[in-house]
């Protein structure tokens, strides 16, 4: 049985930062690709961010400079470092375990950007 639970999201200022962290259970973290993902209100899921097994990293265009995908696989966790966040930012993000046929999700944790 595959767990991924996030946590660090909340409320920040424009401009802040805030790190997501993903806590996942079983020897699957260690090699899968990870993946972070976002829903704003009224717009379909779209990945932010992600990294392979080996340690590769891809962003979304919109984050790019801002955002940092890493993990510890000793610990079975992912994390999102946001920094320079913007209002647009503001989302329920998802944490993935990217897997065939379907990926593994998190329950989303909120991050709310305020001016």
């Known amino acids: 049985q595959v767990q991924l639970v996030e946590s660090g999201g909340g409320w920040v200022q424009a401009g802040g930062s805030l790190r997501l962290s993903c806590a996942a259970a079983?020897?699957?973290?260690?090699?899968?690709?990870m993946g972070w993902y976002r829903q704003a209100p009224g717009k379909q899921r779209e990945p932010v961010a992600s990294?392979?097994?080996?340690?590769?990293?891809n962003y979304a265009d919109s984050v790019k400079g801002r955002f940092t995908i890493s993990r510890n696989n000793a610990k079975n966790t992912v994390y999102l470092q946001m920094n320079s966040l913007k209002p647009e930012d503001t989302a329920v993000y998802y944490c993935?375990?990217?897997?065939?046929?379907?990926?593994?999700w998190g329950q989303g944790t909120q991050v709310t950007v305020s001016s």
């Open positions: 993935a375990i990217i897997a065939i046929p379907y990926n593994y």
């Open positions: 079983g020897s699957i973290f260690s090699t899968n690709a």
């Open positions: 990294i392979t097994a080996g340690g590769g990293t």
